[in-house]
């Protein structure tokens, strides 16, 4: 596994973990979008078992939240909007960059799975999981 760091449209920074798959040639990409409030350590057994399955995996923490949180947890001002139409939109561009994939496989637990329909870049988006 990999710590990453992802940057958003609007400049935030978002922080991830990569799992890359144990085989050469990946099956394909898969984006775990975490539920609201639930730390990106909380998949990594999931992402591991996922990678040794052939797959590539990117999860990652939405800003105010685990690692994506810069400064006090008071002072942070975020919305379900911004992660939908910034947070995953940014994870999805970064995975695919990486593996070269035309498309990623997306699970989201809870509100993860829910916000598919602020992603502008929704196409990228070959299956959707939603827990």
Not at 12 to 22: D, K, P, S
Not at 81 to 91: H, I, K, P, S
Request: aromatic residues 10%.
């Amino acid at each position: 596994m990999e710590s990453i760091e992802i940057t958003c449209a609007d400049g935030y920074c978002l922080r991830g973990t990569f799992f890359a798959a144990a085989q050469q040639a990946s099956r394909a990409s898969v984006l775990i979008c975490p539920a609201t409030g639930v730390p990106q350590t909380f998949y990594f057994k999931f992402c591991g078992w996922l990678a040794d399955q052939g797959y590539d995996v990117l999860v990652f923490d939405y800003r105010g939240i685990g690692r994506s949180l810069h400064g006090d947890l008071r002072d942070c001002e975020v919305s379900l909007q911004e992660w939908g139409e910034l947070d995953q939109v940014a994870a999805l561009d970064w995975l695919l960059e990486r593996t070269g994939h035309p498309q990623a496989l997306m699970i989201g637990h809870s509100a993860g799975g829910q916000m598919m329909g602020l992603l502008p870049n929704h196409q990228k988006i070959a299956r959707v999981i939603s827990v």
